[in-house]
């Protein structure tokens, strides 16, 4: 039996994303940095009506886009790492919803 023997086939590949999307995920991290400093670490999952307001925050990231432009006006960073963000935040918010967690938008 071979002792370097390890049983993660199916499970996701979290390397592929590391390696692959370096700039985005830095991109990302730069806007949660911008979000840490102007309110505190995490506190986008208490914001009341999350779902809704995280929704149209992205929204407005990519209509901005579709005007062409490229960075937000208050934090200087991409509008894209924006939408990438707020997408993660909704990801987190409704999988919260489906589970019967709260921070629904009544």
Known sequence: MSTDMKHDGGKPRFSILRFG??????????VLTFGAKKYADHSWQTVNNGVDRYWSAMERHMNALAKGETHDEESGLLHIDHVACNALFLGELLR??????????D
């Open 96 to 105: 919260k919803q489906d589970d019967g967690s709260t921070n629904r938008s």
């Open 21 to 30: 999307c370096p700039n985005s995920l830095e991109g990302v991290a730069q």
